[in-house]
């Protein structure tokens, strides 16, 4: 019998053969990475000059003072502002006119009266749902009416028309704006080049950054608020309208060429029409950022809403800021639902109505609002009734007394928000500040270097290094540094519950469900909405900011957690499964390393939002450089809000080009 043959798997003259490579562990995979090498001597060289010097100190040889010569020309400004020929003949113009546009607006609100402006809004929201009978046309015009049957109940109804004036005004005037940029960007290659670094560094900058440089040029009031909420909500409109054209369907466009349209024709056609469902969607982001620098210009004179808000801040009155937000969040929610069904329209299988019978609708709708109008004139019913108003301001004040003294430090074991919030500063925020004041700042200019050399490119870590130095130069090294240590303890929060949240939203179907509604009614509100809550549950201190800021980021974190993990390739998932792998090791394994594109994009856009929230938080308590951009705007002091103002938009450069990923790290991650 012959022996079987030898396995080239079994050992040989004693010895095992060789097996497959084994694959090099994370360790391994970083420091064979040169760019982490850097960085890894980046951060050793900080932690051994911060445990020997143990001063981060900016050296006062290398400052320069920027103050002076801003306070100089605020002064020119102030002195020529009515006999300079570039206010006489070019600002005064758009003053003006953005003056006249709004006092207009208001002036056709106020003749319609209370029930013609209802009415206006109900038969608007009915139309966006699709008219008709339907079950969202009933709800939307519901929607419509609630809310402004609360704004007058709670007594802020002139208010609520100011603020809906400059609305209209900076929506027409910005999404037109950001249509003609879209249309530049998606039709040219070379417009597209130029504009998408100009929107990357607009999507950065905090919303205040917007309103020091016109305030500089307009004084406060409408004209500049006018100007900056235009530059601040036009880029949705304009990046979405780009991305509707870009992605038009070639065969439609082949088509209409093919028919003999010309570059014009296909515009109008093919490309627009196409495109409309982007547009539809870029002018529903430009309408809540334009009412979310609406309410925040109120610390510049806009009046409206923002302010009884703005006052009750500053005396931390919560009641008195109560009638008012609740009139923000409902104004917020029913543009962002009507804009919403606009756009789902688009995909309506219902059949479309022929052009005459949608005039005849828009015509019987204006005959509505007419006649409601009229009916209110000869009521004499154009003015809010004063015996319809509810005032429940001293009960929420005696309600925010109650959780001061129940929940801020009372509750056993937990301790309570007041408690959390001192613990929060003391063992968060405080040693991080620490850490960075001890480190020295060359230090700290190298590990940011490498950071953003590790993300990107030399060219963002030269960017990084630079705006830092910036920062030092102007001589807000400590207020930049206090402001960063709240940033990053926030982040932390932002990304470990964005992250697990998101995660398990992905995984449990009940769950995603059970959140949206909460996540959608999170990003409708403005920014300066979240402060209200926080005042009354944490008092003013830097971690009231702090948490607003989380909770102002979360949705954002959540929503492009949850999308990356569930666009995974299921296929991914099932090979993992026939391998054997429990639920733990597909989580680890398979979903995060696959969706780490997404978490990157998370990760950038939790920065950007907390560093955002952060400098408003700066109004309750969170102090640093948000607190000093507030004084320059309210009490004309702009050589320190424009310095203030200079070194967040510094901040956020450095933390956008350290968070976005360059393309060699995006290929990395695709692997």
Not at 200 to 211: G, K
Request: hydrophobic letters at 55%.
């Amino acid at each position: 019998m012959s022996a079987a043959p030898t396995s080239v798997l079994e050992k040989k003259d004693g010895v095992s053969p060789p097996g497959p490579p084994a694959e090099p562990g994370p360790l391994a995979r970083f420091v064979r990475n040169p760019k982490a090498v850097v960085l890894l001597c980046a951060l050793l060289v900080a932690v051994v000059s911060a445990a020997v010097t143990a001063n981060g100190v900016w050296p006062s040889d290398l400052t320069f003072d920027v103050r002076s010569p801003l306070d100089d020309v605020n002064t020119w400004m102030a002195e020529n502002r009515d006999t300079s020929p570039i206010f006489l003949y070019f600002l005064l113009h758009i003053s003006n006119t953005a003056q006249s546009s709004v006092d207009g607006v208001f002036s056709g609100l106020e003749s319609l009266g209370f029930i013609g402006v209802i009415a206006a809004a109900v038969l608007i929201s009915w139309y966006a749902g699709g008219a008709g009978l339907r079950r969202r046309s009933l709800t939307l015009a519901g929607i419509a009416f609630g809310t402004f049957a609360v704004i007058g109940v709670l007594d802020v109804w002139e208010k609520a028309m100011e603020t809906v004036a400059l609305m209209v005004v900076c929506v027409a005037v910005a999404g037109l704006v950001g249509v003609l940029l879209g249309l530049a960007a998606g039709l040219s290659d070379r417009a597209e080049r130029i504009l998408r670094p100009v929107f990357d560094t607009m999507q950065v900058l905090p919303a205040f950054s917007y309103l020091l440089p016109f305030v500089l040029m307009f004084d406060v009031g409408t004209p500049a608020v006018f100007m900056a909420t235009v530059i601040y909500a036009a880029p949705p409109m304009a990046r979405l309208t780009s991305l509707g054209l870009r992605g038009a369907d070639a065969a439609a466009l082949e088509a209409s060429q093919s028919l003999g349209a010309n570059a014009w024709q296909r515009l109008w056609t093919a490309r627009l029409p196409l495109a409309r469902k982007p547009m539809l969607l870029g002018l529903n982001q430009t309408i809540m950022m334009c009412l979310s620098m609406v309410v925040l210009a109120t610390v510049v004179g806009a009046g409206g809403l923002g302010d009884p808000i703005f006052q009750a801040i500053s005396t931390l009155d919560v009641g008195l800021a109560a009638p008012a937000g609740i009139a923000i969040v409902l104004i917020a929610i029913w543009l962002d639902r009507t804009t919403a069904a606009f756009g789902e329209r688009v995909d309506d299988s219902a059949p479309a109505r022929s052009a005459f019978a949608t005039r005849v609708l828009w015509a019987s709708m204006a005959a509505v609002v007419v006649a409601a109008t009229v009916i209110g004139q000869a009521l004499g019913r154009t003015e809010w009734p004063e015996n319809w108003v509810v005032s429940f301001s001293q009960p929420i004040n005696e309600a925010v007394g109650w959780i001061e003294r129940e929940l801020g430090s009372g509750i056993p074991v937990i301790g309570g928000t007041l408690t959390w919030a001192n613990g929060f500063i003391t063992w968060g925020i405080n040693p991080l500040f620490d850490a960075l004041l001890a480190t020295p700042w060359w230090a700290v200019l190298l590990v940011a270097g490498a950071l953003a050399y590790l993300a990107g490119r030399w060219r963002a870590a030269v960017t990084v290094v630079l705006a830092l130095a910036a920062i030092g130069v102007m001589g807000l090294w400590n207020r930049s540094m206090d402001t960063l240590s709240q940033v990053l303890a926030a982040l932390v929060v932002t990304l470990i519950l964005g992250f697990a949240i998101g995660v398990l939203a992905a995984r449990v179907s009940w769950v995603e469900r059970g959140i949206r509604p909460v996540l959608d009614t999170m990003q409708t509100l403005p920014a300066f909405i979240y402060l209200i809550p926080m005042i009354a549950l944490f008092g003013s201190n830097p971690a009231a900011a702090a948490v607003a800021s989380v909770i102002y980021a979360l949705p954002a974190v959540i929503r492009i957690t949850a999308q990356g993990i569930r666009q995974i390739d299921p296929s991914a998932l099932e090979a993992s499964r026939s391998l054997g792998a429990s639920t733990g090791q597909q989580l680890w394994q398979v979903q995060l390393p696959l969706a780490r594109p997404a978490l990157l994009v998370a990760l950038n856009q939790g920065v950007v939002l907390v560093l955002s929230m952060v400098v408003i938080g700066g109004m309750i308590g969170g102090g640093a450089l948000g607190v000093d951009v507030v004084k320059g705007l309210t009490k004309g002091d702009l050589g320190l809000g424009m310095t203030a103002g200079i070194a967040i938009v510094c901040l956020g450069v450095l933390l956008d080009r350290i968070s976005q990923p360059g393309a060699d790290v995006k290929e990395r991650a695709l692997r």
